[in-house]
Every structure is written in structure tokens, then in C-alpha cells.
């Protein structure tokens, strides 16, 4: 007997607004493959992408209990964690973390928590950084991709 699927479910849209989503996820809200948990988070982290090889939470995001979800703050930063998100889970060979180090483009970075803080060291200078720093290239990388007009209005 073949594997039948059931009613097919599409995913719909209404002026650009998801009205319905496709997800595999227990998790009931979520962007269409990726769960979005709410949690307490310390007050200076909106969100975080979790790595594939989180565990129970691989492929996830992180978004702090306190703020509002439908925010502009966090859709700016649900959109943040997603471009970190899919560029660990399409190439993991450009961004990948574990909580000891982050690894971007082949290049390994120390990381662990100071005084409280998530830090990495920069392994050209030697100087400890926050994890969510400008500073560094992926984040670059990702606040580039959500606003850039080309790129912008997909994500």
C-alpha cells in the first residue's frame, strides 16, 4: 500500500500577508519550516537563530518573551535570524556555531561568556567581542540582506 499524504493545503496569501503557512513544526508560530519560540531572553537580545546542531531547538529562533511579536522590532529581527538560520542550514561551511566557537567562512572563533556576556575573540586582533556586534562580517552579512531593496521584500 503507497504512503498517502491527505488533503493537499496550500499556502495562501492576501496582499502579500501569509494567511496560512505550511509547517512541520509542534511549535504554532513559526516562518514556513522554522519555529519561532518565545522565551526569556536577557534584555538585550531580541532574538537568536538556533545552529542545526542545536539539539531539541535546531533550526529555531529564539524571540524574547518580552517583546511584542507583531512589532516592527520583531519582525526586523525575526528577519535577522532568518538570513543567520538559512545560511547555517543551506552552507554550513559559512556560518556555523557551537557555544565554545563560531565558525564563518572556514575561519574558527573563539567564543564564551564574560562577565555575563556572550563574546568572540576577533582572531586577527585578539579583541573579545559581543556576539551580536556589527563588527563582525555575518552580521554584516545579515543586516545587508534585510535591507537590501532586492533581497528586502522576499524574506
Known sequence: M?????????????GGVLKSKLSFQKHSSS??????I???????IIAEANSPAHGKD???IYLNKNVDPNSDLAKEALK?????????????GK????????????RTYPRKDINGQDMIMDINT???????SSDWKWEKDANEAITNPKIKNKI
Not at 516562518?31 to 519561532?36: L, Q, V
Not at 518565545?38 to 538585550?44: C, G, S, T
Open 31 to 36: 516562518i514556513p519550516g522554522n519555529a519561532i
Open 95 to 106: 556560518l556555523s556555531y557551537t557555544d565554545d566557537s563560531v565558525t564563518y567562512e572556514g
Open 2 to 14: 503507497g504512503f498517502k499524504l491527505g488533503r493537499a493545503r496550500a499556502v495562501t496569501a492576501v
Open 126 to 132: 585578539g579583541e573579545w567581542k559581543e556576539a551580536g
Open 58 to 60: 535546531a533550526n529555531t
Open 80 to 92: 535577522h535570524e532568518m538570513v543567520h538560520l538559512t545560511a547555517m542550514k543551506i552552507s554550513p
Open 38 to 44: 518565545r522565551k526569556n531572553l536577557p534584555d538585550n
